[in-house]
């Protein structure tokens, strides 16, 4: 099983709501990722977790909020977001969080900012 | 930084056909890995190839093979016998051997393969 889940697959938010995201893996890796994605552009960094601790956090607004509760799930809590961060979210997991370890990416979330 | 650069935004292919996306580096480090992530649209990203920086042997997974030129810093990757299926968004990604948490992206090339 290779697989990265992540629900919702779209999700349309007023500016003033609080949504979450959820991300889960259920292969045994330690590391989970966050990227926010444009339309025709590269993922963007957000966040790292590593043994589910932060361990990077790409300067992102502090209207999103990440959290692992545990290893096989990742969740971004969503506050006050603007019309910009409307974007394709994805969720990737490494078995560690290391360059010479594959990284596999879920189908994403496309959030909806009104 | 790194920086990673496709110099193709959109190329395309007759079915059957081979094609060869471009994709050139900069760094300074010794360690590092290289990628080509594909991404189809409305589906998730897969990772289509990898190379480490200290293998001088060219990296091939089935029909597609990547032309590794270290010393120019260039990473192409090579699709044999393209398929409808291999129409895509493809990614050329560095990632650093030795901090290992950041990938850089290159902007993207959309290959269109034509039946």
């Known amino acids: 099983d290779t697989e990265v889940t992540q629900t919702p697959k779209h999700l349309v938010m007023g500016m003033t709501n609080k949504k979450s995201l959820k991300c889960e893996q259920h292969?045994?890796?330690?590391?989970m990722y966050w990227y926010k994605q444009k339309a025709k552009k590269p993922p963007e960094l957000m966040f790292v977790?590593?043994?589910?601790?932060?361990?990077i956090n790409e300067s992102v607004p502090s209207r999103f909020s990440p959290e692992c509760p545990n290893s096989s799930l990742l969740n971004l809590h969503l506050h006050a977001l603007q019309p910009e961060d409307s974007a394709l979210y994805l969720c990737?997991?490494?078995?560690?969080?290391?360059?010479?370890?594959?990284?596999?990416f879920g189908p994403g979330t496309r959030l909806t900012v009104t | 930084a790194q920086t990673v650069t496709q110099s193709q935004p959109e190329m395309s292919v007759q079915e059957a056909e081979t094609v060869t996306l471009s994709c050139t580096y900069d760094?300074?480090?010794?360690?590092?890995?290289l990628f080509w992530y594909k991404q189809p649209p409305s589906r998730q990203m897969i990772l289509v190839i990898r190379?480490?920086?200290?293998?001088?042997q060219n990296a091939t997974e089935n029909r597609f093979s990547v032309n590794f030129q270290k010393a120019a810093k260039s990473f192409s990757l090579k699709i044999s016998d393209s398929q409808l299926g291999d129409a895509a968004m493809y990614f050329c990604?560095?990632?650093?051997?030795?901090?290992?948490?950041?990938?850089?992206f290159g902007t993207g090339t959309s290959l269109t393969v034509i039946p």
């Open positions: 760094t300074s480090e010794s360690d590092y890995y």
């Open positions: 190379q480490e920086a200290y293998k001088q």
């Open positions: 990604a560095y990632r650093s051997g030795d901090t290992g948490n950041q990938f850089y």
């Open positions: 292969m045994g890796h330690r590391a």
């Open positions: 990737a997991s490494s078995q560690v969080d290391r360059a010479d370890y594959e990284q596999y």
């Open positions: 977790y590593s043994y589910e601790k932060l361990s």
